[in-house]
């Protein structure tokens, strides 16, 4: 463990953010491992003192060209950081747990020792709890300061294979000689309810958001490191932020991308596209290029299990007035929701739900009428309200209460019936779908590379985007014309008898030369009987193909109006959920029944506890999370 080396002793007294990004590098990129101790300490004391009871003010001199912090001293630092090794060392008899890699028992024993030192009279969740200079300085630690003291008190015992696991709303650790056990250390939401000591499989087996079935961000040193900044909270009112602590936090965000700590942690990527957007660095790509690599890291280290990316993303194109593109994005965080079952303890990503949907969609739908106009805008919400659907079911509690429907109905009646009857929508059903005689197939799982949007439904548009050329058209429309020097077809003499006097030059279509259109080849009439049947083949092919171009050219020319006319798309979804698929018929009705629609969006029938099947797999009554430093 690195401690406070002479490189970093000789940045004190800390007045600016540049010295503190220093010594982060210097602990990330100079040390065998990042000390997490000492650097959480460091980021906690800037951050209380801006923040918790603000005196400070920010004064731009000459001798600094970013904003003066309070002076960070090393002797208060040092002290503290000897405090928390004392703490821990004073507590936990090493002897008793002669291991090199860490037990159930030291991890629990560890916990213990945080656990009981905290103060019980304070509202945990309240900010500026989550590092350890509030745990030093006032026995205060919210869930995950409690989950990285445990990994910070483990690292001080020299235990190195005690690291942090994420979900998206809780934290837990992970141990052993190859990383496989895990161990709960802190709670979550709101309550003193604690299991610390107990591993979390039954949480994973549950089909729990809070445990993200099994995809939990597994830190290494470096990302916890990320972990301490991520958690960082400039917040100094429901509407204000510390501008030195937000700034701070994207320094240091921005040290860690360029060294690769956070292509595995897509919240950091979030958060640092949320700060990008508010504050956009020089020379940085735009906010919008963090949100989507997040998006990618999930999909690509996560099995696309995590929901606030897509959240994120979503937010963001909604602010800049991409109404359709924020409703495709929501779609997307419903189609990860309904890989999971509901239960009480969501309230975080329940709360974020109910805003997008009954603030966010109908404000966009308010603000732009143009949404209105395209089916697609209409599949995207039909897919949102699905996977809420479908994350319902097998719930012990219902999700869809009327406070849901009136919006979703109010929005519905908006989009008129000629553009709700242009959707395809097909409902899935559970039973095993013949392949071919010698095998069988339960409902496909999409590779989450395969798409970058419309996680789990295949989308289309009837209009090709024009990518083909005329040649291309032409040359698999020619493939198709049966020519044959048999009997002429009934249907040949037809074409025959209807050929006009010219017909298009494929040579000015292919390469533009000669003239649009050119003659017929005159009809020489062959005295041969053998023969007499060809000129007619000839001619008919001709006709054919001519014809055929035609229609090849008009696709193109069709093509490129779809393409800038987004409104006449015709998407195709795929409704997997009881509930939307029982209301199939009433969606596309010429005549919205609004009260049918609310009834069978609020029946509780479709809310069955127990046991479901999604994909072929048995999925149970789920567990419970709380949003690891999002606000």
């Given at each position: ?9 000789a940045?004190f ?9 220093q ?13 997490l101790?000492?650097l959480?300490?460091?980021v ?10 603000r005196?400070?003010?920010?004064q ?20 503290l ?10 507590a ?28 019980r009279?304070?509202?945990k ?13 006032a ?21 190195k294979?005690?690291?942090l ?11 052993g ?61 429901a509407?204000?932020?510390?501008a030195e ?8 965000l921005?040290?860690?991308y ?91 990503i ?6 997008i ?17 395209q ?34 109905v ?5 989009f ?20 071919n ?45 049966p020519?044959t020097t ?18 298009l030059?494929r ?20 005295s ?26 008009t ?25 939307m ?7 596309l ?10 009834l ?6 479709q ?11 048995e ?13």
């Amino acid at each position: 463990m690195a401690g406070f080396r002479d490189e970093d002793k000789a940045l004190f007294p800390l007045q600016s953010i540049s010295s503190i990004v220093q010594i982060f590098q210097n602990q990330l990129e100079n040390s065998t491992e990042p000390d997490l101790a000492l650097l959480s300490i460091l980021v906690g004391a800037v951050e209380n003192s801006l923040t918790c009871n603000r005196t400070f003010t920010s004064q731009d001199s000459i001798v600094y060209d970013e904003p003066k912090l309070p002076t960070v001293e090393y002797h208060i630092a040092e002290a503290l950081y000897r405090k928390f090794q004392t703490v821990i060392k004073g507590a936990v008899d090493l002897t008793v747990y002669d291991t090199k890699y860490a037990t159930r028992e030291l991890v629990k024993k560890v916990s213990d020792v945080i656990w009981n030192s905290l103060t019980r009279s304070y509202y945990k969740d309240r900010a500026h709890l989550q590092s350890l200079y509030s745990y030093l300085t006032a026995n205060k630690l919210d869930c995950f300061g409690v989950a990285f003291a445990v990994v910070a008190g483990c690292q001080v015992l020299g235990f190195k294979d005690v690291h942090l696991a994420m979900s998206e709303d809780h934290a837990w650790v992970v141990y052993g000689e190859d990383g496989s056990e895990t161990a709960e250390v802190t709670w979550h939401g709101k309550g003193n309810e604690d299991k610390r000591g107990q591993p979390v499989e039954a949480g994973v087996a549950s089909r729990s958001w809070l445990y993200v079935n099994g995809q939990a961000v597994i830190c290494n040193r470096a990302m916890e490191v990320a972990t301490i900044v991520s958690a960082i909270n400039p917040s100094l009112s429901a509407t204000a932020d510390a501008a030195e602590v937000a700034l701070l936090q994207q320094e240091l965000l921005w040290l860690l991308y360029d060294l690769g700590h956070l292509a595995k942690y897509p919240m950091a990527l979030g958060n640092l596209g949320d700060l990008e957007e508010a504050a956009p660095t020089p020379g940085r790509p735009p906010a919008i290029n963090l949100f989507q690599e997040a998006i990618r890291s999930s999909r690509k280290y996560y099995g696309n299990a995590h929901v606030y990316p897509y959240t994120y993303q979503g937010g963001y194109l909604y602010r800049h007035g991409l109404h359709s593109e924020a409703l495709s994005s929501w779609a997307d965080a419903a189609d990860v929701l309904r890989k999971y079952d509901y239960s009480r303890d969501d309230g975080e990503i329940y709360k974020e739900l109910l805003e997008i949907a009954n603030e966010l969609i109908p404000h966009a739908v308010r603000a732009d009428e143009r949404l209105l106009r395209q089916p697609r805008c209409f599949a995207h919400l039909l897919r949102f309200y699905d996977g809420i659907c479908q994350w319902e079911e097998g719930a012990n509690t219902p999700v869809l209460h009327i406070g849901w429907a009136r919006p979703l109905v109010n929005t519905i009646s908006k989009f008129d019936a000629n553009i709700r009857a242009q959707v395809v929508i097909e409902c899935y059903e559970t039973e095993t779908i013949k392949l071919n005689d010698d095998e069988n197939l339960q409902k496909k799982e999409t590779n989450p590379d395969e798409m970058l949007n419309n996680n789990n439904n295949n989308y289309y548009k009837t209009k090709e985007k024009g990518n083909n050329t005329a040649r291309d058209l032409i040359k698999s429309l020619e493939s198709k014309v049966p020519v044959t020097t048999a009997s002429t077809h009934p249907s040949i003499q037809a074409l025959t008898a209807a050929c006009s006097e010219k017909i298009l030059n494929r040579d000015y279509l292919l390469q533009g030369d000669g003239e649009p259109f050119v003659a017929p080849p005159e009809l020489t009439i062959n005295s041969t009987p053998s023969t007499s049947q060809e000129p007619v083949v000839a001619v008919a092919t001709a006709t054919v193909t001519a014809t055929a171009v035609t229609a090849a050219a008009t696709t193109v020319v069709v093509n490129e109006e779809i393409v800038d006319d987004s409104e006449n798309e015709k998407p195709k979804i795929t409704l997997y959920s009881q509930k939307m698929k029982g209301l199939k018929d009433l969606l596309l009705a010429e005549k919205l029944n609004t009260h049918a629609i609310s009834l069978q969006l609020t029946a509780q029938s479709q809310v069955q506890i127990g046991k479901k099947t999604r994909s072929g797999d048995e999925i149970g009554i789920n567990q419970r999370p709380k949003r690891t430093r999002r606000d």
